[in-house]
């Protein structure tokens, strides 16, 4: 029976190739982008699940009560706070992620890597090569390397006792070698030095500080079993008391982050999931999906007066309806490996543009293993089910004596078939998505064009291995001999950035004190003009301005602490925390956006700090540059950089680019909704143009009948295209709204952002009627041309 079943429906899709065809193809490209999604979503939903201690790692987070805002980063002291203060805790685990010059003979790279003691490898898990993981870290100036990067400096994964030199001031001694970290991990380090080495390094170092935190440090804890991390609050609020004091608990709070949400936030491994962009993902995966599910739906009914004489012959000999049902169901089931298969080899094609397009480390072998298939399988029979039980229901359910009688459905007295319905369905999605996109990319285009208050245009920045300021004298007094360099401004880092300095400073006026929490922007004489930064009122900073401090303040800090005019606050002095140290204002700068534009611009100081100058901002002459006087600029600053550090590896980035990985979460966004419009509307396009071809074939003889009597061609367009069009007018009204609210909630992550306006609604319609109209216009044109008497012939 199943043979016979099998072969049934094998002739029912070669009878009926065009249909076959879309139904095949739309499913595919629907299970295709299903099954990459699923890979997508299982990998980002993977990490760290392997740590065997992993339902007792948690990271200590910096809550700000009055922002209602978390920072994954820490103030130094707390590391040692947690040793001594908390109990607790069975094992504490600091690191601090920074970038430096690493080298092993005549190989020398620039490096990310993080310090860390003896706690992370007692806490995590790390497969051994080589060394004691019981002593690796516990020197100062020791190492610890992954295979990989053993290779990369050694030429083996033997490296033990071996030695590398980091910024060329600091031997290290490897003191161990572990495998290479999984691609599924928040601690991706290749490089692992030990704590104690820092104070080598960088002597004024404060690891028990408490005065402004930084991202790059953060602190895990290993909590001993039967510990939950609500039963911590009130050690967390005496260490508060303890090393900050009693005032701060208005506004401060330290809170748990458990392990495995670690990756859907920031991390030191900068591999952060966007849970939001997964959610999106997998709505668009099912709903790409039932759009070709509702292709075969269509398709399979709008067929349904062809096979009628077949279903009655069928019943007249005595089949039951359990067997027509099981035999449409073959059908479906057939049409759904075909698609499975079809979509296997997109799959294999399209991985590593998906791969590549979010930023993930995806193979083939994350492809074809048990899990993927296990998905693939249950993905193919739910389709089956999804696309093929209401057609094998409406076909198996007709009656034999109406069956054999008649040779065309009869039209229901019904104002809007399910037929009709799923159609809505269809572009409704469909424009949805493309509103969507429409508007994602002008909120991207806004990023781009924004002012931000000051030019990021022609802007390079390179790493400052050395900021001593006899180095920063040479390196300025080279750069500035070229005459395609206009200015050059050393500072801690650029104008905008995303990793900055937090500093809680205090205007007092009298027994009244205002707290502000300010970010800290250290540069130089050189940092406004470099930077094309407004100043407003008051005398720029000098260079000079290191013994007696000396900040500038932008017009947000002046509104925090109530001086109402930049001249008015020319001379006020600001305080360091509740401490007696001081700086006063000397200027006041126009506002500048020192976040991305999903964040309000934060009160700023700018202040003269060389200690921390880690970066030059080399500003071009001409902002209209072409690619050969760039490529002549950058061969200049790089020859002037090595002649001041012969012994490092240069690295540059232009500003505007650096920009703009602010928002590429965005831009993937972006991307995955064109692609997913793409095929939406595509699916849709290949179910309307096959019940077109059914609806000519089904009114043959109706548009002869008309031709004789005079009809016009296009009255006869006319006349199979509007009750299409009606039907994506229908959806225009219902994905309005839907595409107003859902683009209007996703605005809201960003503090800058577009208007949605009424054009952007009646664009989208347009491009979906005017897509429409193309696709339905080739088969009614057919018709139309048709030889009247071809269709009064035809049966």
Known sequence: MLKNQITIAFRSLLKNRGYSFINVAGLAVGMACAILIFLVVRHETSYDLSQSRLDRIYRVENENIKEGHTYPGLYTGMGNALRTDLPEAELTAPFLKINKTFSAGDKRFRESFVFADQGAF???????????PATALTQPNTVVLTRNYALKYFGTADALGKIMRIDNKQDLLVAGVIEDYPSTTSFAFNLMVSFSTLKNLDPDFDQNRWNGWNDNFQVFVLLKKGVQPYDLDNRFTHIIEKYMGKDALADKRFKLAALSELHYSRNLADRQANVGLLQILSFIGLLVLLIACFNFINLSTAQAFKRAKEVGIRKAIGSNRKLLISQFITEAALTTVLATILAGILSVQLLPNVASMLAIPLTNDDLFNTQ???????????????????????????????????????????WFSLRQGLVVVQFTVSLVLITSALMINRQLSFFRNADLGFNKAAIIT??????????????????????????????????????????????????????????????????????GIKLLAGEPLKDSDTTDLKVLANEIFLDRIGVKSPREAVGQRIYFGDGDEFATIVGVVKNFNVNSLHQKIDPTLIQVVPNNFYQAGIKLQSEKTSAESVKAALAYIEKSWTLTYPNEVFEYSFLDETLAQAYKSETRTASLIEVSTFLAVLIACMGLFGLATFTAEQRTKEIGVRKVLGASVGSIVTLLSKDFLKLVLIAIMIASPIAWYVMSQWLKNFEFKINIEWWMFAITGLIMICTALMTVSFQSVRAALLNPVRSLRSE
């Open 122 to 132: 007692r806490m995590l898990d790390y497969k051994w090569l080589s060394g004691n």
């Open 372 to 414: 993927t298939a296990l998905f693939a399988g249950n993905l193919a029979l739910i389709t089956t089910l999804l696309a093929g039980f209401y057609p094998a229901l409406r076909l198996s359910g007709m009656s034999p004596i109406w069956a054999l009688k008649s040779n065309v459905v009869t039209k229901h007295n019904q």
């Open 462 to 531: 390179v790493g400052l291995p050395d900021n001593k300021p006899e180095k920063l004298l040479t390196l300025r007094n080279q750069l500035t001999k070229s005459a395609q360099i206009k200015d050059v401004s050393f500072s801690f880092n650029s104008a905008s950035a995303e990793s900055n300095w937090m500093q809680g400073m205090q205007f007092r006026q009298g027994p009244k004190m205002t707290e502000v929490k300010t970010q800290m922007k250290m540069g130089d004489s050189h940092f406004l003009d470099t930077y």
